[in-house]
């Protein structure tokens, strides 16, 4: 059995044992929670029961004053003066906070004195014995049992004085008839078997109900440790990675420094070696005041002009948030404007076009570009068009579907020798700038004497690796 009730009540993962007489908890705290429990969830209730039997009470008296009117002031008596009194003393009580120690003895005096009450009435009124108040100690025992929440240790108790209080009240103050004290006796011992089953279950449930919330309660107290431990472990987790942030936050920031002071020295480096090559050019131009020879003087021009060619090199990257490359395009541009501000007292009769796309280079590859590019305009500017001879150079700088620069250079002026050998020219200018385009940036190109002077270059756009 007691198996039985440990199934029942769910209780054999929680250690819990029972005693199935008493029905009562083995372990003294967990039965104290359990009273406390049931002591909570009894006492409206209760309250409830015991206004509600006041109520019946009530109506049993006009149903005295009704059938036995001769016996109402003892009756009265009884009721209004023993029973009801202690009853509701009982109810003001349970408003006191110790009612919680003594509810379940109070209770069981209440049933006690009405049961007592009960059997005063036949003993003044033995005629009655047998109809009215017989059948008002089966609704007691079944108020007993079910309606006031007495335990069931507490509820049998009671009952089993009501059936003491009915066999000493019968037998030495009644002259009831054995037949009828036997079937009386039958209907009380049924009616309290009955109650004992109702009552027993009746707990049982509750008990069940009490270790069902209890252990819902200590799951829940699980689940916040858990929750508690895991949200100190997130917040020493953000925690660390607030540190973390801040650290890169504080690296970043330090990179960024560098970089800025990385950049400033770049610029300021390109700044100083623009100002270096306008001393070489400046140097050179107040030796060319005092030389007479014309080979040398051009020679001095074309030097200077190659070095104004790379300083606008460092004019652009000076200028540039990259430090590495520069549109190609624009620097061509730039030349062309040099170049043609160096050759204007030549010849005012010449127009130039220049058409490009969007193209940046490495430094590595934009210098040499840059130094072929003055040098064939330059070539343009001198002997394709003598004596103020109208005409025309067009250049274009694209980029191909393989990532080729294509540079075109044409004039309509008066050309070369179809049958001169360019690579065997002894101009100095152009062997270096076909040097620079096969060996250095492993390009190539095309020489076209139709009509004047077509070049066309080819060079790969990725030949150097970034390095800044």
Known sequence: MIKHIKHYLNAEDNNVEINPVLLSYY??????EFKKYYFKSSLIPLRFSLIFGLFFYLIF?????IIIPEFVKQFYSIRFLYVAPITILVVALSYRANFYKWWQQGIVTIIIVATSGILIMPIISPETIEVNHFSGIIL????????????????????????ALYFIASYFFSDISQHTLI???????????????SSYQIELSRRKEFLNRKLIKEEKEKVKKINSLLESKIENRNNKLLIEVK????AEEKLEE????K??????LFHRTKNNMQIISSILNVNKSRIKDELSIQLIDNVNSKIRVMSLVQDKLYESNDLSKVNLGEYFDDILDFQ??????RNFNISVKFDYDDIETLIDTAVPLGLIFEELISNIYIHAFPNNRFGSIEVALRKNETDEIIISIDDDGVGLDKSIDINNLETFGLLNAMSLIEYQLKGRYELNLEKGVHWKIYIKEELYQRRI
């Open 258 to 261: 560098d970089l800025i002071e």
């Open 183 to 197: 079937i009386n006796t039958f209907m009380l011992l049924t009616a309290f078997f009955l109650g004992m089953l």
């Open 61 to 65: 008296a006009v149903v005295d004053y």
């Open 140 to 163: 007691l025992m079944f108020y007993c049992f079910i309606l006031v929440r007495l335990r069931f240790i507490w509820a049998t108790m009671a009952s089993l004085s009501m059936l």
């Open 27 to 32: 372990d003294s705290n967990i039965e104290d």
């Open 263 to 268: 950049r400033n020295l770049v610029q300021e």
């Open 340 to 345: 043609n501000y160096r050759y204007l007292k």
């Open 247 to 250: 650290q890169h936050q504080i």
